[in-house]
């Protein structure tokens, strides 16, 4: 009689009798998990052709799960590089391989480099690989007989991962190739459905520019055919939206090599739209409660010396200005400046909570290969703040804190978000008591907000444990935005103190918190999320009024007047062109509201009025015109689908 072992299937908390030597594909397929790609066995992602150990703890995941779709991708990255190695023949070198959060790459040493028409070739031997499907084996073997394999296939970069492995190494077989890798996998390369290459790009070996320059090719992978094609129409839609190209377009800012690369100069229209964006945050922060400061562009170096910043960040921090014989620095953060103006006086516990916020400007010296348009740069303002306040405060702030950062964040149209709590790393400051507070407080307040959440396990940062929210945008792509961060290093390393009800001194507790994360980097998610075309309540301008021909010239001065009685932004576009090309101009700036008016609407005292994303327009009486539109600034609505 076969022995049996017990396993508990997660997915449905059931335990399940299953034979000794049974694999996790065995199970699945017992239980009608057919979907399953793989398992997280006792916190791993594991293969399927593992054998589960007893009593172990198994969750199936299918494509639909962040962990299936790894498998799936990381089979796929070996799918590109079995054909890679049959369209270049044996001058290949393998790098690596990995699934990334939305596809995969393989880095590859090539004799030649490649260029966008080789993709498309590669995409043709990709699908006849899957349309092979090619049994997917693994097998182990000793580290000695691994290398001498290795270097018979003249495999460099393989050998030198060899060498960082513990215990047998694994190799991954289809057909004719073979690949050093830890797996997992899927059972056969026809259960991938449909593969794109999207880009190529160079890549150093192991990230360091000191090492052999690779060509890497990224690509994605779906299931079907279909799914592939709506991500490429996704594609298109997004390289439609590109906030570098709108930019331009609209006139809204641009970066110029002469100043310096990551930095931004806004122009007329783009400030118009950030003035708005910054009243609104001011105007929210004062009403719940915030203090608003300004602090200097730079700093004696002593001030990150205490910091800490000189010694964790100071890769990042742009180099020592010399004046007087003294070393300053322009700030990478606002954090120590908020510091000064707590310690400025003497606080009581009356005092708390103390909330300070500033849309502070700060200078990170990133590398240029990582800057990208508005998202990536080098100066940038964030709308920052530090809320000081006593331990029996700290839930209740940060209950607060979640409602005013949805409550923002749901006025710009961003409603969906993935949540992240990030516990205690292995390095960590502060004492046990206070991370269990901070970390019980962060989870209270998240389940009291009723917003879901995951569990980041030990990716907190080494002063406190975070909350991270990503913002869904209208194409359903993810946005780093909203940061919460509980600190007990930075209060303790400029001995903030505060006098508490028993006339006793104690530390306060500080919140960093960001809810943009940077104005820059908001207003570049925003023109992609809206495709360019904001909302009425801040559009450059609301309002364009056309006169058809000189003669309604004056009528449009008196409609524009009106607009002006009543708070309202318009301009008036003369008939120095024709009427259809001033409306197609109209339309390219995305103008919320198009008033055109001729001489039928100057005698019954109207207009024609035609909204951004409307073929078609209506004629109104010009009070309900400004009415209309006053309507639409005063509830933010989003009057238009691009």
Partial sequence: MATKKEILIRNEDKTVSVSESATIAEIAGD????????????????????????????????????????IYWHTSSHILAHAVKRYVDDEVKLAIGPAIENGFYYDFD????????????LEGIIKGIINQDLPIKRRSMEKDEAKKMLEEEKEPYKLELLEDLEGKPS????????????????????????????????????GDEENETLQRIYGISFKTEEELEKYEHKLEEAK????????????????????????????????????????????????????????????????????????????NMFPALEMEDENYRVKPMNCPFHMQIFNSQTRSYRDLPMRVAELGTVYRYEKSGVLHGLLRVRGFTQDDAHIFCR???????????????TEILSTFGFTEYEIFLSTQPDDFVGTQDRWDLATDSLRNALDESGLPYEIDPGEGVYYGPKIDLKIKDSLDREWQCSTIQVDFNIPERFDVEYTDNDGESKRPIMIHRAL?????????????????????????????ILPISDSNNEYAEEIQAQFKNAGIRSEIQYPDESLGKRIHTGISDKIP??????????????????????????????????????????????????
Wanted: negative net charge; aromatic residues 12%; proline residues 4%.
């Fill in 240 to 315: 439609k939206r590109d906030h570098r190209k709108l930019g331009r377009e609209l006139d809204l800012f641009h970066i110029e090599d002469k100043v310096g690369p990551g930095l931004v100069i806004w122009h007329p229209r783009g400030s118009r739209i950030r003035t708005k964006i910054e009243d609104y945050w001011r105007k929210q922060h004062l009403d719940s409660g915030y203090e608003l400061v300004y602090t200097p562009h730079l700093a004696r170096e002593e001030l990150w010396e205490i910091s800490g910043h000189l010694s964790h960040y100071k890769e």
């Fill in 593 to 642: 509201f198009l008033l055109i008016v001729g001489a039928d609407e100057e005698k019954g005292d109207t207009v024609e009025f035609r909204p951004y994303g409307s073929d078609e327009s209506f004629s109104l009486s010009i009070i309900d015109a400004v009415e209309k539109v006053k309507n639409a600034i005063e509830t933010r609505a989003f009057i238009h689908e691009d």
């Fill in 516 to 544: 943009f994360g940077s104005l820059e980097r908001f207003f570049g998610c925003l023109v992609e999320h809206y495709g360019g075309a904001f909302p009425p309540w801040l559009a450059w301008m609301p309002v364009q």
């Fill in 110 to 121: 090539l004799p030649d480099t490649l260029s966008e028409d080789d993709l498309y070739h």
């Fill in 391 to 405: 331990p029996d405060q700290l839930e209740e702030e940060l209950v607060g804190l979640l409602d005013f950062t």
């Fill in 171 to 206: 190799f991954y077989s289809q057909g004719e190739f073979e690949d050093l890798c830890a797996g997992p996998h899927l059972l056969s390369t026809g259960q991938v459905g449909a593969v794109k290459l999207t880009k190529l790009a160079g890549s150093y070996w192991r």
């Fill in 31 to 70: 239980n009608n998990y057919d979907s399953a790609l793989g398992a997280v066995v006792d916190g791993k992602l594991s293969d399927l052709r593992d054998v589960p150990d007893e009593g172990s703890e198994v969750r199936f995941v299918s494509y639909e799960d962040d962990e299936g779709k790894e």
